[in-house]
T-cell receptor
Framework: ETGVTQTPRHLVMGMTNKKSLKCEQHLGHNAMYWYKQSAKKPLELMFVYSLEERVENNSVPSRFSPECPNSSHLFLHLHTLQPEDSALYLC??????????????FGEGSRLTVL | GQNIDQPTEMTATEGAIVQINCTYQ??????LFWYQQHAGEAPTFLSYNVLDGLEEKGRFSSFLSRSKGYSYLLLKELQMKDSASYLC??????????WGAGTKLIIKP
């Protein structure tokens, strides 16, 4: 138990569906992240929020839309995805920003399959 | 450019010692992380090195040489539960982390 909870753990969707991934952290951290993890590839940073403001957006396609309503919750809204978007989506939180040495606490991930 | 290199896979014997190397190149550098990820689980923090030298934490130690852009993770007295992927990540000038693809460590009895 890392203090970061992601739901759903598994999601199968068609290319025309709309779904959302949810992340909640119970650690009182100020920063939250979405990462994409594909087999045998480095973790890809998608979005970073610090104090509920988006501070990084790494050229992610618009079919991925983040939302951070408060410092404890982070969503990733999914719309008209492609099969190559199938991956493990990891949420993480940290007290300080990772690039400043903040230790990341990861959730268990949401395994997404796009048909 | 920005790049992190680490071996794809390593095999070691229970009770032995293994060293996982990581070389990095980033636009700006503050420090280097090591994370452990068991299959099907979330990555968990192992270490963060800012200064040159070796930092020991139980059976695990991490080394950093800033001038050489080089780090290693040293695992002693290997146990079967150490079978996992080990991820190296370096900070860069935009306050992001640049991640390696991970080293899958297989421990054999």
């Amino acid at each position: 138990e890392t203090g970061v909870t992601q739901t759903p753990r598994h999601l199968v969707m068609g290319m025309t569906n709309k779904k959302s991934l949810k992340c909640e952290q119970h650690l009182g951290h100020n920063a939250m992240y979405w990462y994409k993890q594909s087999a045998k590839k480095p973790l890809e940073l998608m979005f970073v929020y610090s104090l509920e403001e988006r501070v990084e957006n790494n050229s992610v396609p618009s079919r991925f839309s983040p939302e951070c309503p408060n410092s404890s919750h982070l969503f990733l809204h999914l719309h008209t995805l492609q099969p190559e978007d199938s991956a493990l989506y990891l949420c993480a939180s940290s007290r300080a920003l990772a690039g400043e040495g903040g230790e990341l606490f990861f959730g268990e991930g949401s395994r997404l399959t796009v048909l | 450019g920005q790049n992190i290199d680490q071996p794809t896979e390593m095999t070691a014997t229970e009770g032995a010692i293994v060293q996982i190397n990581c070389t990095y190149q980033t636009s700006g550098f503050n420090g280097l992380f090591w994370y452990q990820q068991h299959a099907g689980e979330a990555p968990t923090f192992l270490s963060y090195n800012v200064l040159d030298g070796l930092e020991e934490k139980g059976r695990f130690s991490s080394f950093l040489s800033r001038s050489k852009g080089y780090s290693y993770l040293l695992l002693k007295e290997l146990q079967m539960k150490d079978s996992a992927s080990y991820l190296c990540a370096a900070t860069d000038s935009n306050y992001q982390l640049i991640w390696g693809a991970g080293t899958k460590l297989i421990i054999k009895p």
